[in-house]
């Protein structure tokens, strides 16, 4: 009984810290193309953001330095997709492709340029990262049954931005729920016209959007590099910018939604491993790859409307100009 | 600027304003070179020969190119039909993953003549399959196509994975492999080829599957531009309403042309599975699917250019080996950054340059007005 | 219904002019030498207007006259190329909504714009929400809804999704949105063109309580009646200029009719005698219904025989173009039916425009650019739209290149179409050669029946002539024609038999002997219908 807990804490506990870049990842999706412009581009911003947040950790030996410049450079990628989208009325698709190929191979050079790893970054200390802390009175529950494993494994034992993370979501429902911006971000995203003949800027609020989708995969890519783990290596992203879309689009658009996919997406992953091997009944031996596969699976069946509607914002994907 | 600015004549649209995105993304490659701390201009050069220089610099450089012919017109078929199909990585690997099937089966029991066209239908057909499903989702559902590709491109790899490591991998082998296959399921290289003819090249991974590229090219500029199918298909990129007035059926387009797409992008399982590695094995697509949409974009989505584009890639691809060699600070992930660039301006933000042309062309007009006239 | 804020003196009313005006109160609007040009088009020459302070004016006039385009100036949507805008008797500058809205303008757009997701109340909050957070504001705003709505008569449930709404609805919510602004200028575009009857009186009695609050009103419309009824002065715009300003009690349906049409040179193309044939093209009670449940073609029945040219005439927007769609096969009748050369087409047994073509059906279709030719295709491919498939142009599956230009060339040698280049892009030629090549199209296949939508639009009148001698031609040779058009010349001209559609559906039938300019435009703006219609009708304002 205590094994199985053990196992339950640690599965879920492992939930979480998967999960941790997919929902910041989502969130960040979500303002882009509530507004309207689609971003396939979290993959790259992720990646362009842990590699310098990693490189300027390994430099300043401060974690929140890094942070600073991981958001930094993710703001920079959002910046220039903003203005290939909204000022040029570029193709979206294209430039998120453009922008991803653009991280995967800069990080790579930029890294083997300055360290000489092959694409790696130095390890980083422990002050350098941001490293799990425990829970206040972690040490007077540890004796109780369910509850001590639970509050210590589970609740606590997390880094900051896990934390930051699961924070987020509410943050994010309430700012485009409950907000003047908000009104006016969902506004745009399906009727831009509507914004437009009320007097505000449609470029302006769309620039915001994209910015904040930029600090919010700079997070992301910050915790992946030097929270998660201890420096940056190469494609250390492996797709999780396109799960997120894919938890984005699963939780149709909306926070809690994105948090939820996102958490069943990080459940998967961590019993992927614990599957391995093990027998199911009537279906014989699970392959390890199936279960990655789902995250993908789901997002497809969903877009085909076997699993309920899943309707993007309308005016998502075209660019918006004044055409009469 | 409230004046009516004279249109650009069409072979600035056409030829100049490419032009002038391909340079600008070379031109912000060589600051990126320049800020690691080598020199663009060796680089170029260390490029050029690497690429061009002798014949086995060439024979990799169309052997890569035949690939990037392959995704280009792959992209380039669907964007004629209006489509943007990004699953070139999936549809390839699903198409090497026929080749290797076939030839794994028949190997011992058929001639090279039966297994050739069997391999060729393998790879175009596996590749039009794993195409046909988001199209049908496009066609019928409404699911946008080009999140449904990127997803079928994760789902490719991970089948590619499973396959590999519990099904089909070599008896005792320590890497997800298949085993070899016999030489009857050999492509001939083109150095073996040209003996006969007399001509004597270092051996290259380059074989066959290059005629299949030239023959592809042609048939896409038969059926696109002198086809009734062509003609449909392009009036639905260009026109949804001009399609219906004509009789086009939008969801047959859809399909065919995403069927085709698919089909095209497989044939890079021929190339790399029957034509080099002999062998199934993981990875072998490389990044060609994704910059295949880099060599449709810059190559006008016609054949000529993509064969242009396609060779340029396949220049930077060899050069940039080399050139990995003999400046260890620019590794071929620079590749990847040049053709981001390229993809970026051809693609993203393709009119920049045209206000820069349009006010070159009215200083240039008010000047010799008879010339510019067109 | 003259406004009593205003001293007005009128001059007597047979010139009919208004000379001098002593007002309290500068006018609410004075628009001096507008003009503007979207390239070759001059949608605006030289509009001066002056709408009085609390008044109700109208402004109208025909699809293409310029109304909208100056009612988007005024609303900063487009700034005019030269000319001056003055509110309340001072010059303004409006280069963007926000300005004009700062002003105190606000507009109701004949499209509605608004968010389908939203609540009513989160619509007429957009842009002016009261604060960063949403519930503060939102308090105040249901208070000052509920107020209006009290005023006003707007009733709408503020938490009501616009999604589920009805059109009438809708417009209150426009309304209100432009109200909530404190908006002291009303602009409506079109407002009654989607809304019933009832609706429509709602509206005016919204419109009347607003005017004695002192809001002043200019309502565009191409409605007769409801200038007649609502508003104090009237300004009739004609290709891009304003062409008459007069008192609304001074004038009637009959003169503005005149004025919206303006005389025209009659083209006196010979028609010839007429010798009709068997009936080719017949509907019985054709019906259509969108996705949104609205009717858009009523219970239409008409006969065209061989020889016969039938022309639809009403203004844009009244079915004419489903209609066309619908006879062309590019949608299915939701009921009743047609029959094309003996061929039945129902909701049972739809068609496609591949197989009406098969029949011998050809169309010219209204939107050139959209659906008659492909403007990125060299002028031998749209030479070949709708026909891609016939056997005379290709060989063993191929298009043979040849006989594509080669057919092209005779087409343009036949109806001297320039430049005789069939390589050249489609978009490269002028407005009047690209429907001369379509029209070549078409008529080259010698339909038995052909519909033909606007062929004239944006044509030059040396292209109008030789169209209409074409399509003469091919009603000699025995074809029957459908044609719709906005042109009454153009109806006059070509037609034997006009029929006149309002709100979807056929609201009078006259032969073109008892056909005049008059009876055509007064039938067209529903001003007075030979037949009155049941009052089902949806959309139409008997």
Known sequence: MQDALAIVVLILSATLRVATPLILGALAGLFSERSGIIDIGLEGKMLASAFAAATVAALSNSAWIALAAGIAVAGLFALVHGYACITQRGNQVVSGIALNMLAAGLTVVLGNAWFHRGGQTPTLSAEARFMPSDMPGAAAVHDLPVLGPLYEGLIGGHNLIVYAALAAVPLTHWVVGRTRFGLRLRAVGENPQAVDTAGISVAWLRYRAVLLCGLLTGIAGTYLAIAQNAGFSRDMTAGQGYIALAALIFGKWRPYGALGASLMFGLLDAIAIRLQGVRVVGVGEVPVQLIQALPYLLTVILLAGFIGKADAPKAAGTPYGKER | ?374 | MISLRNVVTLRKPRSGRLEERTTARPPAVELRHIDKRFGAVHANRDVSLSIAAGSITGIVGENGAGKSTLMSILYGFYEADSGEILIDGIPAVIARPADAIALGIGMVHQHFVLVDTFTVLENIMLGAEGGGLLRRGALAAREEVRRLEREYGLRVDPDARVADLPVGALQRVEILKALYRRARLLILDEPTGVLTPQETDQLFRILSALRSNGTTIILITHKLREIMAVTDEVYVMRAGAAVAHRGTAETDSVELAELMVGRKVRLTVDKGTVRFGAPALVAEGLTLRDERGVTRVDNVSFCVRAGEIVAIAGVSGNGQSELLELLAGIRPPTAGRFTANGRVIAPETPSNPADMRAIGVSHIPEDRHRSGLVTAFAANESAILGYQRDRGYSRWLLLIKHKLLRHCERLMERFDVRPRAPMLRSANFSGGNQQKLIVARELDREPKVLLVGQPTRGVDIGAIEFIHRQLLQRRDAGCAILLVSVELDEVMALADRILVMCGGGVVGELSAEEADERKLGLLMANAQSLELRAAAAVGAVP
């Not at chain 2, 393998?122 to 019928?140: E, H, K, M, S």
């Not at chain 2, 991970?158 to 070899?180: D, F, K, T, W």
Request: proline share 5%; hydrophobic share 55%; glycine share 12%.
């Open chain 2, 1 to 374: 600027m409230r004046g009516a600015r004279a249109p650009l004549p069409h072979w600035v649209d056409v030829g100049l304003i490419p032009l002038a995105n391909v340079a600008s993304a070379l031109l912000i490659a060589g600051v990126i070179v320049l800020a690691i701390g080598e020199n663009p201009l060796s680089a170029v050069g260390v490029l050029l020969a690497g690429a061009l220089g002798d014949s086995e610099g060439i024979g990799y450089t169309l052997y890569y190119a035949t690939n990037f012919v392959f995704t280009g017109l792959a992209v380039a078929v669907a964007f004629h039909a209006g489509l943007f199909n990004i699953g070139g990585e999936g549809q390839a690997t699903l198409g090497g993953l026929g080749v290797g099937l076939v030839l794994l089966a028949g190997d011992g029991h058929l001639p090279f003549a039966a297994l050739l066209p069997l391999a060729l239908l393998a790879a175009t057909g596996f590749g039009a399959a794993w195409a046909l499903v988001p199209a049908w989702l496009q066609a019928y559902r409404g699911s946008h196509i080009v999140i449904t590709t990127i997803m079928f491109n994760f789902l490719a790899a991970a089948l590619m994975v499973y396959l590999m490591v519990n099904v089909l991998i070599a008896p005792g082998s320590m890497s997800p492999e298949s085993r070899e296959f016999g030489p009857a399921a050999y492509l001939p290289q083109m150095h073996e080829v040209l003996v006969p003819l007399g001509v004597k090249l270092t051996a290259t991974p380059l074989n066959l599957s290059v005629a299949l590229a030239a023959a592809l090219c042609v048939f896409v500029w038969l059926l696109l531009w002198h086809t009734p199918f062509g003609f449909e298909l392009r009036t639905a990129g260009h026109s949804a309403a001009a399609a219906v007035y004509a009789g086009v059926r939008p969801r047959r387009v859809v399909m065919i042309s995403m069927c085709l797409s698919g089909a095209i992008a497989g044939c890079v399982g021929l190339n790399e599975i029957m034509g080099v590695h002999h062998r199934l094995l993981l990875n072998f697509t490389a990044g060609y699917g994704f910059a295949g949409i880099a060599v449709a974009l810059m190559g006008r989505n016609h054949p000529v250019g993509i064969v242009l584009a396609g060779l340029l890639f396949g220049i930077l691809s060899q050069g940039g080996t080399e050139l990995a060699f003999a400046m260890p600070a620019i590794t071929r992930d620079m590749i990847v950054v040049i053709q981001g660039l390229v993809i970026l301006f051809s693609g993203a933000l393709p009119q920049l340059s045209r206000p820069g042309f349009e006010w070159l062309f009215a200083v240039l007009s008010r000047r010799a007005p008879a010339l510019w006239n067109a």
